[in-house]
C-alpha cells in the first residue's frame, strides 16, 4: 500500500540503505538525504523541497515531480525524460547536475541558478522563459530545443547553434556571444 506523507522533514536519512516508502509526499523537506541509486519510480512529490541531498543516479520513472526545489543537490546521471509529465515543474539552486537527460521535456519558466551542468541533453526540450543563471553549460547539449526568451546573459561555457534550435528574443550578454558563434570558427576580440 502507498504512503501519504505531507509537512514532514526527513533529515540525515540514508535512503540508499534503507528506501523511502512508496508513495506521494507534499509539501516535505528532504535535507542531507542519500538517495544515491535509489528507484523513486512511480512515487508523486508535490511542493516539496530537497536540500543538500544526493540523488545521482536515481531512477525516476514516471515519477511525478510538481513544484518541486533541489538546492545544493548531488543529482549526476538524472533521467528526467522518464518523469511523468503531468504538473511538472521543478527548480535548481546551486546543483550539480552533470549527465543528466532532460530530453523533449517542457521545462517552459524553469529556473537553473549557480548549478553546474556538463554534458547535459536538453536536446528537443522546451526551455522557453527559462533562466540560466551563474550556470557552467560545458558541453551541453541544444538541438531542436526550443530556446525562446530564455536568459542566457550569465550562463558560462555552452555552444548553441542558431540554426539548430529556436532563440528568438533569448538573451544574452556580450561575454556570452562566442557561445552562439563557435561553429564558425572565427575570432571574436
Known sequence: MDVYQEDTEF???????????????????????????????????S???????????????????????????????????NCNEFG???AFDNCVLNHCVFYKIQLRNTIFKNSQLHETDFADCDLTNSIFDNC???????????????????????EIDPEMNRINKAKFSLDTIPGLLSKYDINIE
Open 88 to 90: 511538472f515543474e521543478i
Open 136 to 158: 557552467d553549460l560545458s558541453r551541453a547539449t541544444f538541438q531542436n530545443t526550443i530556446l525562446e526568451k530564455v536568459d542566457f546573459k550569465t550562463a558560462y561555457n555552452f
Open 11 to 45: 533529515d540525515k536519512v540514508v535512503f540508499s540503505k534503507k528506501p523511502l516508502d512508496k508513495g506521494e509526499y507534499e509539501s516535505c523537506t528532504f535535507s542531507n538525504c542519500d538517495f544515491l541509486n535509489a528507484d523513486l519510480s512511480h512515487f508523486i512529490f
Open 47 to 81: 511542493d516539496c523541497v530537497f536540500i543538500n541531498c544526493n540523488l545521482s543516479m536515481v531512477k525516476l520513472t514516471d515519477t511525478a515531480l510538481r513544484n518541486v526545489q533541489f538546492k545544493d543537490c548531488k543529482m549526476l546521471g538524472l533521467n528526467f525524460e
